[in-house]
């Protein structure tokens, strides 16, 4: 990916745009992604029915959608369904289309028994797969095991210290400890995501629901107070995991703005 960050796009491969796109992915920030994903719309463009390229285009609308709290529009929906079902066809022996395709179903179609299907469809085909872990601690906390998530996340968490991803995997954990009543360590989780990524307010902002709870309200003011400094535009590794209904209103604490 990094070498071909300096070839014109109309210069490249489909399979150099699919390099550069997962080059964009694992810098996490919106920018690379909403790039990712217009590298994906110029891969497509030379082949309509790539599968690879179709898969990695729904799962950043899937991401982007996400990280802005937002409803993925019905026709970006009923196209990613089109292109997921591609991918699998065309690829059906890849753990990471199945991976992509049950977290669209569950994320956006609240398919719990389809997501489970393709949770275990990827572990047979990689068991050493690791975000599987991600997709397994997303379906129990749906189904409100919140101490399974954990037990989920955790698995993230220990083995991805230097990925990318882990302000992202923590921010999940802690989010999946506060639905718990574990308060304490939803605090430890915000406060180690914002380590990590000091410019996100989201992680403030689960830091200061958990110190609230803790019964700690001048801890918790100062963090909402350190939010509002930063940018409250939608950041990456603040996407929020799958609630269940009854514990959706966290959301609206979260989301990117001024609403905490």
């Known amino acids: 990916g990094d070498r071909l960050v300096g070839i014109p796009v109309q210069d490249l491969s489909i399979s150099e745009l699919r390099a550069r796109a997962a080059n964009e992915f694992?810098?996490?920030?919106?920018?690379?992604?909403?790039?990712?994903?217009?590298?994906?719309?110029?891969?497509i463009s030379l082949n309509p029915m790539d599968g690879m390229s179709l898969c990695m285009r729904?799962?950043?609308?899937?991401?982007?959608?996400?990280?802005?709290y937002e409803t993925m529009p019905d026709d970006i929906q009923k196209r990613s369904v089109e292109?997921?079902?591609?991918?699998?066809?065309?690829?059906?022996?890849?753990?990471?289309?199945?991976?992509?395709?049950?977290?669209?179903r569950?994320?956006?179609?609240?398919?719990?028994?389809?997501?489970?299907?393709?949770?275990?469809?990827s572990r047979q085909l990689?068991?050493?797969?690791?975000?599987?872990?991600?997709?397994?601690?997303?379906?129990?906390?749906?189904?409100?095991?919140?101490?399974?998530?954990?037990?989920?996340?955790?698995?993230?968490?220990?083995?991805?210290?230097?990925?990318p991803l882990?302000?992202?995997?923590?921010?999940?954990?802690?989010?999946?400890?506060?639905?718990?009543?574990?308060?304490?360590?939803?605090?430890?989780?915000?406060?180690?995501a914002y380590d990590l990524r000091p410019n996100e307010a989201g992680h403030l902002k689960l830091r200061a629901m958990a110190l609230t709870e803790m019964r700690l309200p001048e801890q918790a003011e100062a963090c909402l107070n350190a939010a509002k400094k930063l940018s409250q535009k939608p950041m990456m590794t603040t996407k929020p995991p799958v609630l269940p209904p009854d514990f959706r209103w966290v959301l609206d604490k979260l989301k990117p703005g001024d609403e905490s």
Request: aromatic share 10%.
């Open 26 to 43: 694992y810098k996490v920030t919106m920018e690379s992604w909403e790039e990712g994903l217009a590298l994906m719309q110029r891969a």
């Open 58 to 68: 729904a799962e950043a609308q899937l991401m982007l959608h996400g990280a802005r």
């Open 83 to 104: 292109d997921l079902n591609t991918a699998v066809m065309q690829i059906p022996k890849s753990d990471y289309v199945i991976w992509v395709r049950g977290n669209f």
């Open 106 to 121: 569950l994320a956006v179609q609240e398919d719990v028994f389809g997501a489970r299907a393709d949770l275990k469809r």
């Open 126 to 163: 990689n068991p050493a797969y690791l975000e599987n872990h991600e997709l397994e601690g997303q379906i129990l906390l749906r189904e409100s095991d919140f101490a399974g998530a954990d037990l989920a996340f955790s698995r993230l968490v220990e083995r991805g210290e230097q990925d």
């Open 166 to 192: 882990q302000p992202y995997r923590l921010f999940m954990r802690g989010v999946a400890r506060y639905c718990a009543g574990n308060f304490e360590g939803a605090a430890r989780d915000a406060s180690a």
